[in-house]
């Protein structure tokens, strides 16, 4: 492992506790480079708050978080995160790409470049100059993956990127994502969408009430659960909470 590179990124006895309930409990695993991690579980079993608590944006109640080399202030973002429902500028996709790097520390010289090229990458260049706020909601979740794409990022968190799209929009969406996974970056991505899983998956994290239950190959995960409560969710079983 490089001294400089992010991952692994290690949680150690994690718990989150929100209106004296815990969102999080006491979960602890390392996550590596490489393959694409899916983060599996029902609605409200603790997806978004996990990838909160890994990118960042939230502190652990109790537990620890650490990554193998952390950003140093000031420097560029090695680490990006998509949401559900990305917040757009009142401006256009080119400035919303642009801005992204600004505020990630990106020196203006190489903004123009990266911001052509990510919207490329995504299948945006021809409204580059259109506001992004009259974009559909594909196009939208595409802008905010080119947002991400501009930063190269070591690791890139997707929090159910495609729950509110239409089946054409994620399939773009996915193919975008499958673009990240091949330039190298690490994937962490939350779902609760079983054919997604098994299509953009190479590991499962199965998270049930807080709590990780379950991590396997994606293949064994689905054919060969070892927990009641896997079984039960890929049956279609398990209660949403």
Do not use: C
Not at 18 to 45: C, M, W
Not at 182 to 208: P, S, W, Y
Request: proline content about 7%.
């Amino acid at each position: 492992m490089s001294q400089g590179a992010l991952l692994p990124l290690r949680l150690a006895d994690v718990s989150f506790v929100a209106g004296g309930r815990a969102i999080i409990d006491q979960v602890s695993l390392e996550i590596g480079p490489g393959p694409s991690t899916i983060i599996l579980g029902a609605n409200g079993a603790g997806k978004s708050v996990l990838m909160r608590l890994m990118h960042g944006l939230l502190s652990p109640t109790s537990g620890r978080i650490e990554w193998n080399s952390p950003e140093r202030p000031g420097a560029p973002r090695k680490q990006a995160m998509v949401f559900q429902r990305p917040v757009m500028l009142r401006r256009s996709a080119h400035a919303n790409v642009a801005y992204a790097l600004k505020i990630a520390g990106i020196p203006e010289p190489q903004r123009g470049t990266l911001v052509r090229e990510s919207l490329e990458s995504v299948g945006l260049a021809h409204l580059a100059r259109r506001p992004a706020r009259v974009l559909s909601g594909g196009e939208q979740q595409r802008l905010a993956l080119a947002r991400a794409w501009a930063l190269h990022p070591e690791v890139l968190f997707l929090d159910e990127p495609t729950a509110s799209l239409d089946p054409s929009a994620t399939r773009e969406i996915e193919t975008v994502i499958r673009a990240f996974d091949a330039a190298g970056t690490k994937v962490v991505m939350a779902t609760h969408n079983l054919g997604q899983a098994r299509r953009l998956g190479d590991e499962i994290l199965f998270i049930d009430q807080g709590r990780l239950v379950e991590r396997a190959p994606v293949g064994e995960f689905f054919s060969k659960p070892r927990s009641a409560q896997a079984a039960a969710f890929i049956k279609g079983e398990l209660p949403w909470t």
